[in-house]
């Protein structure tokens, strides 16, 4: 053990020597240092940025709704085929996205590769257009899919790498109010643009024409996902950062053993947004008709959703990250929806307060969901559990949007805000039930800000000492010098210890032992 101790003396020494050698120069500047507050501000500024023109052009079709209609001679049922299809590729590429992320590209290059298909997508809508041919923009539309919820696994994934902890609230929040400031500004601009336009073409020719400049948004996106990447290199460097610590290698068999709370999580998710979204993309006829609003009126009432939520969701994030109870923060945000749809169908009560109603709801919703996740999810396996969340949510987003065009031909929009509000209530009741199961298993998911803290460090705690336990075991007895040049995890240290013993084992260990024999033997 003396010489055990002696080695890892020096190693420690050595890499300390390493990194304060890496931190001189630019690197221990403050703006170029990745443990600087300026640092991590512009790594989250381009995480932002690089959902924005995802999420503008996604709703291009809602902020010119009518004239897609006119200038393609298109039924609604035919033009919720561009959400829908949108929507059937993340089903199932949504989960291998996030597993590709965590097991084979890396965020960086998966994140790249998701941004460029992005582009790719909303360029051949754009081409459909011109070409008047509806089956390509469709394509185009299933392209864009593929590219954009997998793009957004990738900024929850970056997230969560970055900023877990007190601030993770804050900063879903965030990503998500620029990611409705992308939407607000297509209900702002696509109108305008779209007249402006016309003075020189008409018909389908105008609407190609449009979406062509819509997409240089998408541009700007695919650049700061560059550059992120770059950042994240950097920061992994320069901190020796080991994004999986445990060692553990991720399978997509894993979703299997996700808990139960995980999959309440994502029905929540997908029944909530399944209230949200073909809203809006429907809305501006539906304002309209009822409202007798002008065109520009009607996307402007339809915007507020995400005007609300642009500005509300980092302070929602904010008290998340204060107080705590997600679990609670998700009840309410629920009731206030179902009163603004409640207000939008059964009376005619100016639509701007139901629809600032929505968008408070959707925010304080975003703020306390998808943190929970990261909450009963190991860190390792955090890209494919959003990929997962992805695809649930897609699945329904493509089946509800499809059966929303039917019932608007058939039943008009009445019957679909009846549809929306029972949507809503299989969430209210599913939340319950999270709280319910959450209590008796430990209480994680509606804890406190304090109480969570607390637990954090007992966990944490709890783990040295059995580490401590293992190694006084004798369960180092046989590691040898060459095994001191490779990074051991708990992990690592609680199997060999158990197989010594004769415990069975994890059945992926042995691959894991051959796969770290085989980069010493490297």
Known sequence: MDDISRVDSVNATTSEDDSEQEQQGCGGSSCCNPKSCIYRFCGLVLM??????????????????????????????????????????????????????????????????????????????????ILNKFWLMVAGRFIFGIGGESLAVAQNTYAVLWFKGKELNMVFGLQMSFARVGSTVNFSVMEPLYKWVSTYYDGFTCTGVVLFIASATTVLSLLSTIILAWMDR???????????????????????????SFWMIALVCVAYYVAIFPFIALGKVFFIRKFGLSPAEANTVNSIVYTISAVSSPLFGILVDKFGRNIVCCFV??????????????????????????????????????????MVIPEHQLGTAYGVMQSVQNLGLALITLLCGIIVDNGGYLMLEIFFLACLCVALVTTVVIYLYDSSHGGILNMSAAEREVYEKNRISAEDLEREKLVAAGSMSDITPQDLLQPHSDFHIRNRYLSRIGANLPSHYNENQKGLAYRALR
């Open 48 to 129: 932002c940025l690089l959902g924005f023109g995802s999420y503008f052009c996604y709703d291009n079709p809602a902020a010119l709704q009518d004239n897609f209609m006119k200038d393609l001679n298109l039924s609604t049922s035919q033009f919720v085929y561009l959400y829908s299809w949108y929507s059937w590729p993340s089903v199932v590429l949504c989960i291998v996205g996030g597993f590709l992320m965590d097991r084979v590209f890396g965020i960086r290059l998966g994140t790249c590769i998701f941004a460029l298909l992005v582009v790719v997508g909303v360029t051949i809508v754009a081409l459909g257009a």
């Open 234 to 260: 950097r920061a992994e460097r320069l901190l020796k950062r080991r994004d999986n610590q445990s060692g553990e290698v991720v399978r997509i068999t894993d979703i299997k053993d996700f808990p139960a």
């Open 333 to 374: 945000s629920i009731l206030v929806t179902i009163g603004s749809h409640a207000l939008l169908a059964f009376s005619f009560v100016n639509p701007f307060v139901g629809t600032s109603l929505m968008g408070l709801g959707y925010s304080m919703l975003a703020s306390g969901l998808w943190p929970m996740t990261a």
